[in-house]
C-alpha cells in the first residue's frame, strides 16, 4: 500500500518528482535523517517532504528516521539514481577543510538571529562556498566587496579565502558588526538601516553580495542598494529562494529585478543551504546580477518610492498595520522650528524627509527640531540625533520612548537625555572644558562630515593653542594609530561600539601631542 502511495505521489510531482526521488533514495541508503536534515539535503519544502514520509514505511530512533532495509528495495526503481546537479565549487572544498572549522566555530558564537530581520542562518559550508565562487568566477586581488547585510558572516569567510581582497559590510545589526570587528581579520564595518540609505563610505566597490529578506520589497531594496555600492562594472550575488511550490512568489521578485533592469548572467539553483527556512526547503538559490546602462535610473526610480516595510515579521513586515509615531503631534510640533520625517500637512513648519536628514546636512540653522520616528527604525535613534547642531531635539518614536544605555553613553557629551512615554528630548550640552572633551565634541558636532577629518583638523588646533605647531601628517598618523577604523568614515556610519570607543581613542592622541609637537 505504501509503494501505491508512493507511486501516486511521484507521479502527481511530475517532472519535479526529481527532488522526492532524492529524498526517497537517502531515506533508503540506511542513515537515520532529521525531517530539517532531510528538508536542507534534498532543497524540498518541508511540506513536500512531510507528504512523502506520510506515505513510505519508515522506522524511527528518536525524531529520527529511515525506511528499514528490508523494504528499501521496494522503492528501487523509484529512486533518482544520479546525484543532483553538480556544485561549481566542491571540488575545491577538500583543500579548505581548515577554513571550514574556523567557520563552524566563528558562526557557532555569533550573535542569535532576529526573527525581525527575518534573519536565517545559512550552514558554514555555504559561507564558504560563496567565498570559493567568488573567487573562481572573479579576479579578487585588490578588489572591493561589499556585504549587503551579513548575518551569515560571508564577509568573513571571504577575508578568511582571499586576505587580498578588501571587504566592507554594511548592516543594521549593532552586535553583528561588534562581532565581526573583534575577529580581528579586517573587514570594514558600517552601520546602515537601507530603508534611509546606504553611507557614501559603502560606495565603489567591485561586488556586491547580500542575502535580504525574502520578500519583493525587501529584495528590491536590498539590491537597489547593493547597485548603489556598486562601480558601474560591478556585480551583485543575490541569495534567493522560493518553495517549489509557489512560483508565483519567485516571479514576483524577478519582477523587481527586471524593473532594475538588471541583465541575470547566471542562477545557481539550490546554492545556499539554512538551519530554518524548511517551507522553502531550507535553500536558495545564487543569482548573479550585471548592471545594465539603464540600471541606475532605474535604482533611483525604486528608491524614490521606497517603503520602510519589508519584513514577514515585527513591526515593519510587509502586512502589518504602520504604526505612526507617538504622542499628540500638532502639540510635539508646536514650538520646532523644522520637522524631520512624516507629520500632519496642515502643519505649517518647514519639513525634511528622514533619509535627506540622515544623507546631508539641513542647509539653514534652526534650534528646535522635532523628528518623528516610525516604528522599527529605532535603531537610527542615535544618527538621527547626532546628524544636527540645534540647540533641542524633540523626538517621538511609535513605541514608548527608551535608551539602552550604550546608546546614552555615546549621546552623553553631546545632550541632555530626557524621555517620558511619548517623546524623547534632547538638549545640546555647552561646549565642555578640556582639549580632549573639546577634541571629541567638535567630532560628534559634524556629524556628517569624515571623523578622521575633523579630528585631525581638532588636533592642529589644540595644538596651536598650546603654542606648537601640528602638521597634517603627523595629526593623521596620531589617529591611525589610536583609531585606525576611522578613515574614510562618518560619525553617523560607525558602528554603535566604535562610537562608544571614541573618546579614549581621541584622549589618547591629545595625550600623544606632547610627544609629538
Known amino acids: 500500500m505504501e509503494r501505491d502511495g508512493v507511486e501516486r505521489l511521484l507521479g502527481e510531482a511530475g517532472v519535479d518528482s526529481r527532488r522526492l526521488r532524492h529524498a526517497l533514495m537517502l531515506l533508503c541508503d540506511g542513515q537515520w535523517w532529521s525531517l530539517a536534515d532531510l528538508v536542507r539535503e534534498t532543497a524540498t519544502s518541508r511540506r513536500a517532504i512531510e507528504g512523502l514520509l506520510r506515505e513510505v514505511e519508515l522506522e524511527r530512533s528518536g525524531e529520527r528516521f529511515r525506511v528499514p532495509l528490508m523494504h528499501s528495495g521496494d522503492y528501487q526503481a523509484m529512486l533518482a539514481l544520479t546525484p543532483p546537479p553538480a556544485d561549481p565549487v566542491a571540488h575545491l572544498l577538500p583543500h579548505y577543510e581548515h577554513v ?3 567557520l563552524q566555530e566563528l558562526i557557532a558564537k555569533a550573535p542569535r538571529a532576529r526573527h525581525v530581520l527575518d534573519h536565517v542562518s545559512a550552514t558554514p559550508e555555504t559561507v ?7 573567487g573562481t568566477r572573479f579576479w579578487l586581488p585588490g578588489a572591493r566587496v561589499l556585504c549587503v547585510g551579513d548575518h551569515d558572516l560571508t564577509s568573513l569567510a571571504l577575508r578568511l579565502v582571499h586576505p587580498e581582497a578588501e571587504v566592507t ?3 543594521i545589526d549593532e552586535r553583528i558588526l561588534a562581532y565581526l570587528d573583534d575577529q580581528g581579520l579586517g573587514v570594514h564595518t558600517r552601520w546602515a538601516d537601507l530603508r534611509l540609505g546606504l553611507p557614501a563610505s559603502a560606495r565603489g566597490h567591485d561586488l556586491a553580495i547580500t542575502d535580504p529578506p525574502y ?5 528590491g531594496l536590498f539590491v537597489a542598494r547593493a547597485v548603489e555600492g556598486l562601480k558601474d562594472d560591478g556585480r551583485v550575488l543575490l541569495a534567493y529562494g522560493a518553495s517549489e511550490r509557489t512560483p508565483a512568489l519567485a516571479l514576483k521578485v524577478q519582477n523587481e529585478l527586471s524593473a532594475l533592469n538588471l541583465a541575470y548572467e547566471a542562477i545557481y539553483p539550490d546554492f545556499n543551504r539554512y538551519f530554518g527556512a524548511e517551507a522553502i526547503g531550507s535553500a536558495a538559490d545564487l543569482y548573479i546580477l550585471r548592471p545594465t546602462s539603464k540600471t541606475r535610473p532605474a535604482v533611483a526610480a525604486r528608491l524614490d518610492r521606497l517603503a520602510t516595510a519589508i519584513y514577514t515579521q515585527g513591526p515593519q513586515a510587509i502586512e502589518s ?4 509615531a507617538g504622542g499628540p503631534p500638532h502639540a510635539a510640533a508646536a514650538d520646532a522650528d523644522l520637522l524631520v520625517g512624516d507629520w500632519p500637512k496642515d502643519l ?3 519639513r525634511v524627509k528622514l533619509t535627506t536628514w540622515l544623507a546631508k546636512p539641513y542647509a539653514a540653522s534652526v534650534r528646535r527640531v522635532a523628528v518623528a ?4 527604525l529605532e535603531a537610527a535613534l542615535p544618527r538621527v540625533l547626532l546628524a544636527t547642531r540645534a540647540e533641542h531635539v524633540r523626538v517621538l518614536p511609535a513605541e514608548p520612548a527608551s535608551l539602552p544605555v550604550p546608546v546614552r553613553d555615546v549621546l552623553a557629551d553631546v545632550y541632555d537625555l530626557t524621555a517620558d512615554a ?3 528630548e534632547a538638549a545640546r550640552l555647552p561646549q565642555p572644558d578640556g582639549d580632549a572633551a573639546q577634541v571629541l565634541r567638535r567630532i560628534l558636532d559634524h556629524g556628517h562630515a569624515k571623523l578622521a577629518n575633523t579630528w585631525r583638523e581638532a588636533l592642529i588646533a589644540v595644538a596651536r593653542a598650546q603654542g606648537a605647531t601640528l602638521t597634517k601628517n603627523d595629526a593623521r598618523a596620531l589617529i591611525r594609530q589610536s583609531a585606525p577604523w576611522s578613515e574614510g568614515v562618518t560619525p553617523l556610519e560607525e558602528p554603535l561600539h566604535r562610537l562608544a570607543a571614541l573618546p579614549a581613542a581621541v584622549a589618547e592622541t591629545v595625550a600623544r601631542l606632547s610627544t609629538t609637537t
Open 321 to 324: 498595520v504602520p504604526k505612526q
Open 128 to 134: 564558504l562556498r560563496r567565498a570559493l565562487l567568488l
Open 100 to 102: 571550514l572549522e574556523r
Open 348 to 350: 505649517p513648519q518647514p
Open 215 to 219: 520578500t519583493p520589497e525587501g529584495i
Open 373 to 376: 520616528l516610525p516604528a522599527g
Open 422 to 424: 511619548h517623546t524623547l
Open 169 to 171: 559590510v554594511a548592516d
